[in-house]
């Protein structure tokens, strides 16, 4: 199983709305990444989990908070969100030297 | 720092034609290199890698050869097919750390 698992697919929320992002892997990787994709862009890295500690946090508005409550699950809360934040939001995992990450479908999140 | 290039799209071709979508890189050290897809509505997975020089990584019929004397890892295609149609990302993984870095893509359209 190479699956990497996102939820929702869709959503939309208001900017005073709370709510969350689920990504989910069984295959034992024990590295878990958030990345945002504007349109035409490459995945922009936001947070890096490595055996569920962050290990990278690229400067993201305090409006983003990820969570990993285990070595299969990485959520990212969101509250407060701008327009602006509308986006693709992929999670990925990886593991070992080869570093080759495995990407979940995505969800495209609409703030109005 | 770590950086990658590659050519700006999109890139029209008919059904059959050759492909190639070049791609440098700058870099210290020996990074992994690698070419990602992505779909329409899907999010990036792995096409091909390389991590070492003069090493050549292959799949569905593309291929791109690690050239550390010219820092590049060109993607070609003998014969596209319209299934081919996507954005194909080049990246690089330094040998540090868990960032990877990604060029700005390449759309390509091919056409029956």
């Known amino acids: 199983d190479t699956e990497v698992t996102q939820t929702p697919k869709h959503l939309v929320m208001g900017m005073t709305n709370k709510k969350s992002l689920k990504c989910e892997q069984h295959?034992?990787?024990?590295?878990m990444y958030w990345y945002k994709q504007k349109a035409k862009k490459p995945p922009e890295l936001m947070f890096v989990y490595s055996y569920e500690k962050l290990s990278i946090n690229e400067s993201v508005p305090s409006r983003f908070s990820p969570e990993c409550p285990n070595s299969s699950l990485l959520n990212l809360h969101l509250h407060a969100l701008q327009p602006e934040d509308s986006a693709l939001y992929l999670c990925?995992?990886?593991?070992?030297?080869?570093?080759?990450?495995?990407f979940g479908a995505g969800t495209r999140l609409s703030v109005l | 720092g770590d950086s990658v290039t590659q050519m700006e799209g999109p890139v029209t071709l008919s059904e059959e034609a050759f492909l190639t979508i070049n791609c440098t890189y700058t870099?210290?050290?020996?990074?992994?290199l690698f070419w990602y897809v992505q779909y329409p509505g899907e999010g990036l997975q792995l096409l091909l890698k390389a991590t070492k020089a003069d090493d050549k990584g292959s799949n569905k019929g593309f291929e791109a050869t690690y050239r550390k004397e010219t820092t590049s890892f060109h993607l070609e295609k003998g014969s596209v097919q319209v299934s081919d149609s996507a954005v194909y990302f080049c990246?690089?993984?330094?040998?540090?750390?868990?960032?990877?870095?990604f060029g700005a893509g390449t759309r390509l359209f091919v056409k029956a």
């Open positions: 990925a995992s990886s593991q070992g030297a080869e570093w080759i990450q495995y």
């Open positions: 870099a210290t050290g020996y990074p992994s």
């Open positions: 295959m034992g990787h024990r590295a």
């Open positions: 990246a690089l993984k330094d040998t540090g750390g868990f960032k990877t870095i």
